[in-house]
């Protein structure tokens, strides 16, 4: 299996534009989280599916930020308006039987 | 407030030394704890966990749980160059979800 595939590896855009991050899990894991990595906060999640539904998303920051996952091998954030303030690092990781988490390689994001 | 609790470091310690890691958490309901090592600019990688009181040995690498004391720690005996990383605690609180809640991390540095 190739892992949790993340894309784009790095996004680069201005203040106020649309930002779309996207994920495909390995198959048959069944719960998706979406983490941010700061210096400052370290890993924080943002939001949980499970079965490809939104079970907890507590740690989504404000209604800028959107997350779906339409079907099991694919899910979307998407950050409209991107503030600099979001400028961080994006992960996606899945889990399937156990706890462990696998991650993506992760979006770096730069809002400037 | 952060809900797991590490010294961000940097923790340096010579090549052949034993490395201390250590973790406190807030959910005295927790009920598995992870270590995840994450290299410079790559995504965290699961190294150890531990669901008990005491010692797990895995390798190099010991974890330590004292739940009285809501304390989990990570000892990597015969430190390597490779091992310099930061090293992220991960617990599980307390609820059905198995949510992961990680520490800002620890940052190893092993000099030759």
């Known amino acids: 299996d190739a892992g949790v595939i993340q894309s784009p590896r790095h996004e680069v855009t201005e203040m106020g534009q649309e930002v779309t991050l996207r994920c495909k899990p390995i198959s048959g894991h069944n719960s998706l989280f979406w983490y941010r990595q700061t210096m400052m906060r370290g890993l924080e999640l943002l939001i949980y599916f499970n079965n490809n539904v939104p079970i907890d998303d507590s740690g989504m920051p404000e209604d800028r930020f959107s997350a779906k996952m339409p079907n099991a091998s694919f899910s979307t954030l998407k950050i409209q308006p991107s503030e600099p303030r979001d400028s961080a690092v994006y992960f996606c990781?899945?889990?399937?039987?156990?706890?462990?988490?696998?991650f993506g390689s992760g979006t770096q994001l730069s809002v400037l | 407030q952060k809900e797991v609790e590490q010294n961000s470091g940097p923790l340096s310690v010579p090549e052949g030394a034993i490395a201390s890691l250590n973790c406190t958490y807030s959910d005295r309901g927790s009920q598995s704890f992870f270590w995840y090592r994450q290299y410079s600019g790559k995504s965290p990688e699961l190294i150890m966990f531990i669901y008990s009181n005491g010692d797990k040995e895995d390798g190099r690498f010991t974890a330590q749980l004292n739940k009285a004391s809501q304390y989990v720690s990570l000892l990597i005996r015969d430190s390597q160059p490779s091992d310099s990383a930061t090293y992220l605690c991960a617990v599980n609180m307390r609820g059905g979800s198995y949510i992961p809640t990680f520490g800002r991390g620890t940052s190893l540095i092993v000099h030759p």
């Open positions: 990781a899945t889990r399937g039987g156990g706890e462990k988490l696998f």
